[in-house]
């Protein structure tokens, strides 16, 4: 068999064990293959070419470093997708060296009677409307950054990367509940921070 061969019937559990093994034929290939997608999501976090390479080379490292914890039952591509993305975060992180946020202490309060506790800043536009346009917009990626990981990790494959319910809760190992719940709450805190710029806190 020639090597253009070999590289070709890895796939599923040959190719990983490939990794594991130190085959460059394997790498050669995991690369082809998952370099486009994780490209994909490093431009959508990061917004700038060079930064996304980096966070794509990290996540290959990443990914090699860690490939003996890979479980079986996981699909490969979905457990690098997930590596790209927290590589993608990290460097998003890094360059904008915020402290993350507690999602309880930016969550809105409300009295029993479903009014909102304190005074409902005044909006140049609408919350709903800023959120939409979060892929544009600087100031909401600086904040989706320091929300907590898997806060992030839920606006970025849903919000961002506009992945569906079900899809989010694959990649992210939880119920489509779970995934839910914590969209509802990172969204609410997304708010509360939008809110603190726009009026100066």
């Known amino acids: 068999m020639n090597e253009a061969s070999h590289r070709d019937t890895l796939d599923g559990e040959s190719l990983v064990d490939g990794l594991r093994n130190g085959d460059g034929n394997a790498f050669e290939k995991f690369v082809r293959l998952f370099a486009p997608r994780a490209m994909g999501v490093a431009r959508r976090v990061l917004r700038n070419e060079a930064d996304a390479a980096d966070a794509v ?89 320091q929300l907590p990981e898997d806060s992030r990790n839920v606006v970025l494959l849903r919000d961002i990367q506009q992945e569906s319910t079900a899809s989010t809760a694959r990649q992210l190992g939880v119920s489509e509940s779970v995934v839910k719940t914590r969209l509802h709450r990172a969204r609410q805190a997304l708010r509360s921070m939008i809110e603190e710029e726009l009026v100066g806190a």
């Open 57 to 145: 080379q990290d996540a290959f490292i990443s990914a090699m470093s860690s490939i003996h914890e890979f479980r079986a039952d996981c699909q490969l591509a979905t457990w690098f997708h997930r590596v790209a993305t927290n590589a993608a975060l990290m460097k998003l992180r890094s360059k904008l060296r915020r402290d993350v946020r507690s999602i309880d202490e930016l969550t809105p309060a409300f009295y029993a009677d479903g009014h909102r506790v304190g005074p409902k800043p005044a909006w140049a536009q609408a919350p709903d409307l800023i959120l939409e346009q979060s892929e544009r917009c600087q100031m909401v990626q600086e904040k989706i950054s």
